[in-house]
């Protein structure tokens, strides 16, 4: 199995600024990408982020510009540097991995427990 653990989230002013931060382990073989989804109270998750093995990366329109992620594949490690907050970035961000345990079996997802932003004065 894989597990991804975040860190980073918490409470922030509108305008400022929060990193996150996701942490791969266990029987990895491989990383195809790696990204960031959200949840807001009474929605349904969405794609914020992601970026691939290639370093290829889409984010969500309500994101762009405002938000960038990057990766160590050393480390097994995504971010997401998240500037210019807004209220409605409020949420909870969780880590995505498409990921593979050994060279036979296809890559699946994992998810991470997630960690809460709150952008709020």
């Known amino acids: 199995q894989v597990q991804l653990v975040e860190s980073g989230g918490g409470l922030v002013q509108p305008g400022g600024s929060l990193r996150l931060s996701c942490a791969a382990s266990g029987r990895i073989f491989s990383i195809n990408a790696m990204g960031w989804y959200r949840q807001a109270p009474g929605k349904e998750r969405e794609l914020v982020a992601v970026?691939?093995?290639?370093?290829?990366?889409n984010y969500a329109d309500s994101v762009k510009g405002r938000f960038t992620i990057s990766r160590d594949s050393a480390k097994n490690t995504v971010y997401l540097q998240m500037n210019s907050l807004k209220p409605e970035d409020t949420a909870v961000y969780y880590c995505?991995?498409?990921?593979?345990?050994?060279?036979?079996?296809?890559?699946?997802?994992?998810w991470g427990q997630g960690t809460q932003v709150t952008v709020s004065s």
């Open positions: 970026i691939t093995s290639a370093s290829r990366t």
């Open positions: 995505n991995a498409v990921a593979s345990t050994n060279s036979y079996l296809p890559s699946r997802s994992f």
